[in-house]
């Protein structure tokens, strides 16, 4: 389910010395797998470094867009304080029911809520539980320009926003892809995230990139 399943020596030693998966985490990619949800999940780096983030910043509420299997939920979510909430949203039923089945069995449903239905369709509703903490995108790219406005809308001062696949595999720099509405949706995405006023942002050079941004 994780898209980085080749790593050099040292990258295999970090993963080894900080960021395998317990025994909850390989279960869920395992079946995952066996239920035919997409090979598109985030690594275990970088849902280390989404914990890590919640802790750090002391996120109490997180929108997820695009929730796939769980697995990205389930690192943010076991971070998250007595109280705490992440709202997922998700387009498809069969994930989102995947998804809820893996944090009934880790303990995390009460912390989760996931809404079904195209992301630009539920974010409308998602404004009474706005400002969020942080705000982590990871859904169809030619949509992240649009996902980022929402996200503005609905952060404070000190919100972290995140968006992967930044690097897209090459594709954002390859000539012969940049009509591709995927990769002219992630070339906006990243322009106005290293622009806006603001925002303060890097990409972190995890497998596929991860951008960061923190709201001024």
């Given at each position: 389910m994780s898209k980085l399943t080749e790593t050099n020596p040292y990258q295999q030693f970090l993963r080894d010395l900080f960021h395998s998966d317990d025994d909850d985490l390989a279960r869920l990619q395992t079946e995952?797998?066996?239920e035919g949800i997409p090979?598109?999940?985030?690594?275990?780096?970088?849902?280390k470094f989404l914990q890590v983030l919640v802790q750090l910043t002391g996120a109490k509420?997180?929108?997820?867009?695009?929730v796939l299997g769980g697995y990205s939920g389930s690192w943010i979510a076991r971070a998250l304080p007595e109280g705490g909430r992440l709202i997922g949203l998700e387009l498809e039923q069969k994930h989102a029911d995947f998804a809820?089945?893996?944090w009934e069995r880790m303990g995390l449903a009460d912390k989760i809520e996931v809404r079904v239905g195209?992301?630009?369709?539920?974010l409308p509703d998602v404004a009474e539980e706005a400002?969020?903490?942080?705000?982590?995108i990871d859904a169809d790219k030619g949509n992240y320009p649009a996902y980022l406005e929402y996200a503005l809308q609905y952060s404070r001062p000190g919100t972290v926003i995140l968006g992967d696949n930044v690097e897209m595999w090459g594709s954002l720099v390859d000539p012969e892809k940049q009509d591709w509405d995927w990769v002219q949706g992630m070339r906006t995405f990243a322009s106005v995230l290293s622009s806006h006023e603001r925002l303060t942002s890097t990409v972190?050079?995890?497998p596929d990139g991860l951008a960061m941004a923190v709201v001024k």
């Amino acid at each position: 389910m994780s898209k980085l399943t080749e790593t050099n020596p040292y990258q295999q030693f970090l993963r080894d010395l900080f960021h395998s998966d317990d025994d909850d985490l390989a279960r869920l990619q395992t079946e995952a797998e066996s239920e035919g949800i997409p090979n598109m999940s985030i690594g275990p780096e970088q849902g280390k470094f989404l914990q890590v983030l919640v802790q750090l910043t002391g996120a109490k509420k997180v929108l997820e867009i695009g929730v796939l299997g769980g697995y990205s939920g389930s690192w943010i979510a076991r971070a998250l304080p007595e109280g705490g909430r992440l709202i997922g949203l998700e387009l498809e039923q069969k994930h989102a029911d995947f998804a809820r089945r893996q944090w009934e069995r880790m303990g995390l449903a009460d912390k989760i809520e996931v809404r079904v239905g195209p992301a630009l369709e539920s974010l409308p509703d998602v404004a009474e539980e706005a400002p969020f903490d942080m705000v982590f995108i990871d859904a169809d790219k030619g949509n992240y320009p649009a996902y980022l406005e929402y996200a503005l809308q609905y952060s404070r001062p000190g919100t972290v926003i995140l968006g992967d696949n930044v690097e897209m595999w090459g594709s954002l720099v390859d000539p012969e892809k940049q009509d591709w509405d995927w990769v002219q949706g992630m070339r906006t995405f990243a322009s106005v995230l290293s622009s806006h006023e603001r925002l303060t942002s890097t990409v972190v050079p995890y497998p596929d990139g991860l951008a960061m941004a923190v709201v001024k």
